[in-house]
């Protein structure tokens, strides 16, 4: 079968691997994508919150100066805490660490003494405006509520004679609107680890020359801020970091507790600029580590798991159906050569009984002639198809592949003379016989065994038998089998014996020379003398071979075993 055939189970599973690992990736990134929405919605309405509370805190910076405005004036101490009191009531002052006025004045001896009346006036305070400045203005800090210790440790306190905050301040009076500060350390922090701070101001003036009287101002703990929008109901699951400006370590005014989520599908970012009075926030928002996707990627996986599945599924299945194909294939080649094989055994045996009826019929003709009585014809012709019988079982056990010509000989001549046989007498090399050749050294054998006993030495107890066989190198690469049977007798035979030496010229000398001369093309002679008698046979060895083994001896067997 084909290259493609034997692959097609391997071909079966990674295509549905394939198409299952895109149905799983196409699934995995769209789930990925909508959580990312999801999560970018979620950091979207968390920044709005913080936007909201600084809008609100703006508001309460505008209406503060509203208040100042409606004055003309900046109000006294009691006013300004009765406001801020009630403003201390809305839900819109959490996150802001108070309110308060900075006077804006000209350095020098006599705004000292003016701002420390006022701050004794407002607060029972004793004290002057700090820390020294070379500046040509202050902007000391004379009003600040609520009323805590570290907004009255603030009081005094000249805004102006810091680089960053006066940045601020000559941008709000400048552009005469709200400003918010680069990140600062309020001066209200005490901790050894203080919060990063920032402040807005919002400039107040005179209401018919226009000049600058201060700012109204508020500071703010950028952690309380951040906090006060992020911990409202419902807490969303995120982790924020902020910088004042661009991203930098000496930038970072913010970072939430804990750690980003490292969960799988939890890598969103977003990333968002702010605007806060003047000043740009940059934000980074990721999920915190209580964040769970809004949908599980357990679909996806599961989806992957499934395909691997169903392919090999699908592959032992195409692998089973290609072994039932190779199995019904062999059937049916099995099935035709057995019925091959039959047609072929029913061919043989028909060409084996036509031949053994042949012979049989001649058997009993020749048989016929040479008897007298009936009973003679009997004994001789039982002889001779017991001796072909013999060959026939003989081949029968080696499935007609052929017999050993030492065992046939053994057989025949054991048939005759008992089983007291020597076969020591008995040697040659091992030499396998064909069908024809076995049948037709048996009924040789049969016939000089049967001679000897009627005639000749086998009918004295001294006796003797000696058969050996060799091959035979005759011309070129021809060989031939050569048989000697030599009968030896201490008794010389009596001359009323004339078959002894073959000299009758009977049925089994005509049967002999017929077998081996006919049959297997080869020649009979036989050497009569007083004491015994010389028959060898010869025929070509390819006439008699099956299968050629290397020659051997059987007294080369008998010296190996010694």
Not at 57 to 78: M, Q, R
Not at 265 to 273: E, Q, R
Not at 440 to 463: D, I, Q
Request: hydrophobic share 40%.
């Amino acid at each position: 079968m084909g290259l493609l055939y034997r692959l097609q189970p391997a071909l079966v599973f990674f295509v549905v691997v394939f198409v299952g690992l895109l149905t799983a990736a196409a699934s995995w990134y769209t789930i990925d994508q909508a959580n990312r929405m999801s999560f970018a919605a979620m950091a979207d309405r968390s920044v709005q919150r913080l936007r909201d509370r600084i809008d609100n805190h703006i508001l309460l910076i505008k209406s503060t100066e509203a208040l100042f405005a409606s004055l003309g004036e900046v109000p006294s101490a009691e006013q300004f805490k009765t406001y801020v009191g009630r403003l201390q009531k809305t839900e819109q002052f959490s996150g802001v660490q108070g309110i308060g006025f900075a006077r804006y004045v000209r350095t020098g001896p006599q705004s000292d003494v003016a701002i420390s009346a006022e701050l004794a006036r407002n607060y029972d305070v004793d004290r002057a405006p700090w820390p020294e400045t070379s500046e040509e203005n202050r902007t000391p800090i004379v009003l600040l509520e609520p009323k805590t210790e570290r907004n009255v440790a603030a009081l005094g306190y000249d805004m102006y004679s810091e680089l960053t905050r006066r940045a601020a301040i000559l941008a709000a009076l400048t552009e005469q609107r709200l400003r918010a500060s680069a990140a600062v350390k309020l001066v209200q922090e005490k901790s050894d680890e203080p919060q990063a701070g920032f402040l807005i101001y919002m400039p107040f003036f005179a209401k018919n020359s226009g000049r600058p009287l201060g700012f109204v101002y508020a500071p703010f703990r950028v952690t309380n801020l951040f906090e006060s929008a992020f911990r409202r109901v419902p807490v969303s699951p995120i982790h924020v970091t902020a910088w004042d400006g661009e991203p930098a370590t000496s930038s970072l005014i913010y970072e939430s507790d804990g750690h980003p989520s490292n969960r799988i599908g939890a890598d969103h970012t977003v990333v968002t600029a702010i605007e806060v009075a003047g000043q740009t926030w940059t934000l980074e928002i990721r999920p915190s580590e209580l964040y769970h996707s809004p949908v599980d990627q357990t679909r996806s996986v599961m989806l992957a798991i499934a395909a691997f599945l169903l392919a090999a599924a699908l592959a032992t299945s195409s692998r089973s159906q290609q072994r039932a194909i190779e199995v019904g294939e062999t059937l049916r080649h099995e099935t035709e050569r057995a019925l091959t094989e039959r047609e072929f055994l029913l061919q043989e045996m028909k060409h084996r009984i036509k031949n053994m009826i042949a012979r049989v019929l001649a058997i009993s003709r020749q048989t016929a002639r040479s008897s007298e009585t009936l009973p003679e014809f009997t004994q001789s012709f039982s002889a001779r198809l017991q001796a072909m019988a013999a060959s026939q079982d003989l081949l029968a056990r080696t499935a007609w592949q052929g017999a050993d010509l030492k065992t046939l000989l053994s057989q025949e001549l054991r048939q005759i003379f008992g089983d007291e046989l020597d076969e020591d007498h008995l040697y040659g090399p091992e030499v396998e016989l064909n069908e024809t050749a076995a049948q037709a050294f048996g009924l040789a054998f049969h016939e000089l065994a049967t001679n000897s006993l009627k005639y000749g030495s086998a009918r004295f107890n001294s006796g003797k038998l000696e058969v050996s066989w060799s091959v035979k190198n005759v011309s070129g690469r021809h060989r031939e089998l050569v048989l000697n049977w030599s009968e030896r007798s201490e008794t010389p035979l009596e001359p009323q014996d004339p078959d002894a030496g073959g000299h009758k010229g009977g049925f089994g000398t005509r049967l002999l020379d017929a077998t081996m001369r006919i049959e297997l093309g080869g020649s009979i002679s036989s050497l009569p003398h007083d004491l015994g008698i010389d028959v060898t046979i010869k025929v070509p060895f390819d006439k008699v071979i099956s299968n050629p083994k290397p020659a051997r001896t059987a007294r080369e067997r008998r010296s190996r075993k010694s």
